[in-house]
């Protein structure tokens, strides 16, 4: 399978699920509460 043939949704659909509530610091995908974290936070350092 090359990479020409594969289809990614358009990111609009996504920012239309994605909502920040900065007042309660909640952030929700398509009405489930979501927690977002850097990358650091989840990988192992040596």
Do not use: C, Y
């Amino acid at each position: 399978m090359s990479n020409s043939s594969l289809a990614f949704p358009d990111l609009k659909h996504l920012v239309e699920k994605l909502h920040f509530n900065p007042e309660e610091g909640k952030i929700w995908l398509a009405e489930q509460r979501t927690v977002l974290m850097g990358l650091g936070g989840v990988v192992e350092f040596p």
